[in-house]
T-cell receptor, first 114, second 110 residues
Framework: DSGVTQTPKHLITATGQRVTLRCSPR?????VYWYQQSLDQGLQFLIQ???????AKGNILERFSAQQFPDLHSELNLSSLELGDSALYFC?????????????FGPGTRLTVL | LAKTTQPISMDSYEGQEVNITCSHN???????ITWYQQFPSQGPRFIIQ???TKVTNEVASLFIPADRKSSTLSLPRVSLSDTAVYYC???????????FGPGTRLSVLP
């Protein structure tokens, strides 16, 4: 158990809908990262937050957005969902978000878009 | 964008040493290289991290040459429970993008 929690574990929805994935980092960690894992694209970095502020941005679609709240939990919002958005979404956390930090991953949320 | 490559799959027998290499030609100058293990439908699990030369912990060793354009994860005396996918993670030198390798599926046979 990494100490990172993600809810829900599974999510099934329809195309065009909007969903919110939630992540609670390890106690004391200030930085949160979001990744998408699909069969054809592998593990793709989406976005990183540090203490509420966006720090780095990867291959995140404009239909997706994220934020980190004052209590340090983070939410990833996915809108206008398409079939291709079906994937595992992982959240990771690290103490400071610096170059020497280790990212610890949560168990993931499996999103299925029908 | 940085491109990382790894062998797609490897087979080994119990008790053998396994070495998995990741090539990362555009790694950020000051960033670390991290290796993860992943079982089906689970999150990646941290194995080891290093910046240069050699790092060893209780489960693995990591070898990084001076140019840092590759790294090799070494698993001593693998067991059946080491059957998993192994990924390297680096940050590319063009920005702040974290890049996972494509993963190496290790199968440990009895």
């Amino acid at each position: 158990d990494s100490g990172v929690t993600q809810t829900p574990k599974h999510l099934i929805t329809a195309t065009g809908q909007r969903v919110t994935l939630r992540c609670s980092p390890r106690s004391g960690d200030l930085s949160v990262y979001w990744y998408q894992q699909s069969l054809d694209q592998g593990l793709q970095f989406l976005i990183q937050y540090y203490n509420g502020e966006e720090r780095a941005k990867g291959n995140i679609l404009e239909r997706f957005s994220a934020q980190q709240f004052p209590d340090l939990h983070s939410e990833l919002n996915l809108s206008s969902l398409e079939l291709g958005d079906s994937a595992l979404y992982f959240c990771a956390s690290s103490p400071q978000g610096g170059r020497e930090d280790t990212q610890y991953f949560g168990p993931g949320t499996r999103l299925t878009v029908l | 964008l940085a491109k990382t490559t790894q062998p797609i799959s490897m087979d080994s027998y119990e008790g053998q040493e396994v070495n998995i290499t990741c090539s990362h030609n555009n790694i950020a100058t000051n960033d670390y290289i991290t290796w993860y293990q992943q079982f089906p439908s689970q999150g990646p699990r941290f194995i080891i991290q290093g910046y240069k030369t050699k790092v060893t912990n209780e489960v693995a060793s990591l070898f990084i040459p001076a140019d840092r354009k590759s790294s090799t994860l070494s698993l001593p005396r693998v067991s059946l429970s080491d059957t998993a996918v192994y990924y390297c993670l680096v940050r590319d030198n063009y920005g702040q993008n974290f890049v996972f390798g494509p993963g190496t599926r290790l199968s440990v046979l009895p």
